[in-house]
């Protein structure tokens, strides 16, 4: 049972460069979640998605965006980076809204110089 | 004010110490209160939850939630070198919630010398 898997797990991209941070679940996992980690900051939500077909924005989505055209698959999707952007990225897993534990991935960590 | 408050440290112990972490929090909506253990360049994994007020003990670990207080609060007893880590607060609000997502505390580094 692999969980939660992210690729790639280090990435540097240039000023203005695009990628997209891959995500999937073997779970079964209506709910998925993006999280990025600032070093001492704690995780700060990006966008999450209740199923397929459906995300919504979390508290810190400009600069991102997502899909979820399938129940395992949920990635983000950077446009145009910033230096702002660096960060260690985390998509997480739960099998419902109220459950106490969300599988969260290795994380993405990511610089953009 | 931030949803969820907690002290960053880092805080460093001698093995075979008794260790408290703690979280204060603003939105009396909170029902389920988390902890999570995140080791150096991996993800966060749950640790403990409780729900609502009340104690809860797993091996070392002691989980309290003071509801009056808005305050939680983690102790490991016996503290070992391996339970170096940071530590997540997180939490829910009640079953209503159609979001689900946690709101994490910007986690306390601990680290346990031998």
């Known amino acids: 049972n692999a969980g939660v898997t992210q690729t790639p797990k280090f990435r540097i991209l240039k000023i203005g460069q695009s990628m997209t941070l891959q995500c999937t679940q073997d779970?079964?996992?209506?709910?998925m979640y993006w999280y990025r980690q600032d070093p001492g900051m704690g995780l700060k939500l990006i966008y999450y998605?209740?199923?397929?077909?459906?995300?919504d924005k979390g508290e810190v989505p400009n600069g991102y965006n997502v899909s979820r055209s399938t129940t395992e698959d949920f990635p983000l999707r950077l446009e145009l980076a910033a230096p702002s952007q660096t960060s260690v990225y985390f998509c997480a897993s739960s099998y419902s809204p109220a459950d106490t534990e969300a599988f969260f991935g290795q994380g993405t960590r990511l610089t953009v110089v | 004010q931030k949803e969820v408050e907690q002290d960053p440290g880092p805080l460093s112990v001698p093995e075979g110490a008794i260790v408290s972490l703690n979280c204060t929090y603003s939105n009396s909506a909170f029902q389920y209160f988390m902890w999570y253990r995140q080791y150096s360049r991996k993800g966060p994994e749950l640790l403990m939850y409780?729900?609502?007020?009340g104690n809860k003990e797993d091996g070392r670990f002691t989980a309290q939630v003071d509801k009056s207080s808005k305050y939680i609060s983690l102790f490991i007893r016996d503290s070992q070198p391996s339970d170096s880590a940071t530590y997540l607060c997180a939490m829910i609000p009640d079953r209503g919630s159609t979001l689900g997502r946690l709101y994490f505390g910007r986690g306390t580094q601990l680290t346990v010398w031998p």
């Open positions: 779970m079964n996992h209506n709910y």
């Open positions: 998605s209740v199923g397929a077909g459906i995300t």
């Open positions: 409780t729900y609502s007020s």
